[in-house]
Nanobody
Framework: EVQLVESGGGLVQAGGSLRLSCVAS????????LGWFRQAPGKEREALSC????????YYEESLEDRFTISSDNAKNTVYLQMNRLKPEDTAVYYC??????????????????WGQGTQVTVSS
């Protein structure tokens, strides 16, 4: 059974930091790019960042202003999203996603093969 299990969400004040984790199982981690998306209330899901299966290429949505950093640990089948200088507008459900390494770019939601269940991030002002 394929699973992507996110953790690390929660309530944080503006300017604070959170690190999201996503543990993958049920598929060959090295064969997939891993990414993070989010969906705020009343808005469409948007791509934030993704990292190639080998970890050598990354993508970031431009508006993140270098506040977020994606990384992966293939030995642990885990991808992380470090989020710094959080803003109230970062409030959303954050989703982990896996995209087959044969599909590019990894930030197209239509290319996602597997989704996590999401973790809520709430940033208070």
């Amino acid at each position: 059974e394929v699973q992507l299990v996110e953790s690390g969400g929660g309530l944080v004040q503006a300017g604070g930091s959170l690190r999201l984790s996503c543990v993958a199982s049920g598929f060959t981690f090295d064969d997939y790019a891993l990414g993070w998306f989010r969906q705020a209330p009343g808005k469409e899901r948007e791509a934030l960042s993704c990292i190639s299966s080998g970890g050598d290429n990354t993508y970031y949505e431009e508006s993140l202003e270098d506040r977020f950093t994606i990384s992966s640990d293939n030995a642990k089948n885990t991808v992380y999203l470090q989020m710094n200088r959080l803003k109230p507008e970062d409030t959303a459900v954050y989703y982990c996603a896996a995209v087959s390494r044969h599909k590019e770019p990894c930030y197209y939601s239509d290319f996602v093969d597997y989704w996590g269940q999401g973790t809520q991030v709430t940033v208070s002002s």
